[in-house]
């Protein structure tokens, strides 16, 4: 038997304005991912893979229909409520990392821990470990300008999977 899904989306549909025009970044997506899939979003630039990810991940909402993350249905949802879910339940890895420079690799994986309420020494544990488990242990005290760029990518990975996130997301510029 499967596990319940951990996103579904029900004919999600997101259009912007440009100027005169209307432009529909996403036509009618439904889908249903449950935990452990591991899933890839392909397609040509512009077709709407980083606006599905900001809406499944709560940066963004559509112009119509629904997003469930763990079966609750985001669109009822205040802003404060969102961000407490996107701190507990969603993890990102940005295209452009987004790694605060004037922190080292290790406080930049710690700051998600200790705004989510976790105490500073089970912080600095948990990001020790998981920039072990990203092999950048010898590392840990080096600023973003110091990291290579599949270092500070890495960093960002640890950190996004710092609060055990039940959903990643990644947007990369090869995807388009």
Do not use: W
Not at 56 to 66: E, F, N, V
Not at 74 to 85: H, I, P, R
Not at 110 to 118: C, I, K, N, Q, S
């Amino acid at each position: 038997m499967q596990a319940p899904a951990v996103v579904q989306t029900e004919k999600l549909e997101k259009s912007y304005r440009l100027g005169k025009n209307v432009v529909k970044a996403l036509r009618g997506v439904s889908l249903t991912l449950h935990p452990g899939e591991f899933v890839v979003v392909t397609g040509p630039s512009g077709s709407g893979k980083t606006t599905l990810l900001n809406i499944i991940g709560t940066l963004d909402k559509p112009t119509s229909g629904r997003v469930l993350i763990d079966g609750q249905d985001l669109s009822g949802m205040k802003d404060g409520q969102l961000t407490k879910l996107r701190r507990h339940k969603i993890g990102f890895v940005f295209q452009f990392h987004n790694l605060i420079p004037v922190l080292s690799a290790l406080e930049n994986v710690e700051l998600p821990l200790l705004t989510a309420g976790v105490k500073s020494k089970k912080a600095r544990e948990r990001a020790h470990s998981l920039l072990g488990r990203v092999e950048l242990a010898d590392r840990t005290d080096h600023l973003p300008d110091e990291l290579s760029g599949g270092e500070q990518q890495r960093v960002a990975i640890a950190r996004a999977l710092a609060n055990r996130a039940e959903l990643t997301g990644s947007s990369r510029c090869e995807t388009g």
